[in-house]
């Protein structure tokens, strides 16, 4: 089986998969207990998909049961004002202007710290936004952003100092120390907290309960055995996902092997036969960030990282008693895709092909742990 044809397997296995995926209906949802909170006041019991940040932000998906076979889609124009997870984060719906108030947007914001002053986070194109409402108003914290271009660059301000300051009705007073100011989620939290407690107000910090979720696995293959070739490889990783950032997105670390052995053969009536015995192997350490394409039992997905490999040639010729023999070490970009297809209570199929120092097929079938 040349690598031709192990290509072309590989790509009508993805093709096929791809297929099944587009006719799934089981999607990797995580519904998890919930209250939404309607207009009238009325505070419903059920679950909602906890889907990554922003999505969550512009509509949640809500199960009165968590039997129900479909959800009901609520958007910031439905009559849900606020949700909050069991024992976990809060979202309200509020309406803000950004952008020096040349963009309105309505969202579900995630509350930081309640109190007299309340603390919010929203993101927006792909930036956090801090919110702070107190005695009516609304402030809103942008960060500084740079503007560039091929000739010039500059620096838009959106005077997030200031408007802290005005928020938090800055006094000797009050002791809130504006002297150190910097734009970070902790440091709002700070600031906020100590506003609430210096004006005598309750002050709660909601706590996330988004954790990482890690995962170990091990899968091996390409169990090729053939006349004039064989090969197999390994591939074991340590995975790791950030659910405040993205269900897709994951940090992965690991171990790779891969050997391969295969003859070529070249004959004629004038010469005596010449056989050429190749063997490759290869151990390497990848760090690479997967993105699974799509949420399901099916996943095909796409990463790239760099792998830090020791690689080791041989030749042995028929003709020559001594083989040539070659070792490589060094550090590559390593890039490439496939799917993983959940089988059976943590047994999976995977398939990908890596671009890397030895650009490889891996077929087979392996086993996550889930701490």
């Not at 995926?21 to 209250?35: D, G």
């Not at 706590?207 to 070739?229: A, Q, R």
Request: with cysteine; aromatic share 16%; glycine share 6%.
């Amino acid at each position: 089986m040349n690598q031709h044809l192990l290509k072309k397997l590989l790509g009508t296995v993805v093709c096929t998969l791809l297929l099944l995926t587009a006719q799934s209906q089981m999607l990797k949802e995580e519904y998890k207990s919930a209250v939404i909170t309607i207009k009238t006041g009325e505070k419903i019991e059920g679950y909602i998909d906890q889907d990554e940040l922003p999505k969550i932000m512009n509509q949640i998906k809500f199960k009165k049961n968590i039997s129900d076979q479909s959800y009901i889609l609520y958007d910031t124009s439905s009559a849900v004002i606020a949700f909050a997870f069991r024992g976990g984060d809060e979202y309200e719906l509020i309406n803000f202007p950004i952008n020096k108030f040349s963009t309105k947007i309505t969202g579900y914001a995630k509350v930081l710290v309640k109190g007299k002053a309340i603390l919010y986070r929203y993101i927006y194109a792909s930036e956090d936004i801090y919110i702070i409402k107190n005695n009516g108003n609304i402030y809103v914290l942008q960060n500084d952003v740079i503007l560039s271009d091929v000739f010039s660059s500059s620096v838009e301000h959106f005077q997030f100092e200031e408007l802290l300051s005005g928020a938090l009705e800055t006094s000797d007073s009050l002791k809130v120390d504006l002297s150190r100011i910097e734009y970070s989620e902790s440091y709002f939290i700070k600031v906020v907290s100590n506003y609430n407690i210096a004006k005598g107000a309750q002050n709660i910090v909601v706590k996330s309960k988004w954790k990482p979720i890690h995962y170990t696995l091990f899968s091996v293959g390409n169990f090729f055995n053939v006349i004039d070739k064989n090969e197999w490889s390994a591939i074991g990783l340590y995975r790791t996902y950030l659910p405040q950032l993205s269900k897709s997105i994951s940090v992965n670390i690991g171990l790779t092997y891969f050997t391969k052995k295969y003859t070529k053969i070249l004959q004629s009536w004038t010469i005596p036969v010449n056989k050429d015995d190749y063997f490759v192997s290869m151990f390497a350490m990848p760090v690479f960030v997967q993105e699974n394409l799509l949420q399901k039992d099916v996943r095909p997905y796409i990463f790239v990282g760099l792998d830090a490999y020791y690689k080791v040639f041989e030749l042995k010729n028929s003709l020559d008693p001594i083989p040539l023999k070659e070792n490589y070490f060094g550090v590559n970009i390593l890039w490439g895709g496939g799917v993983e297809v959940d089988l059976f209570k943590g047994l999976f199929f995977k398939g990908e092909y890596r671009f890397d120092t030895q650009d490889f097929m891996h077929l087979g079938v392996g086993y996550y742990f889930k701490k």
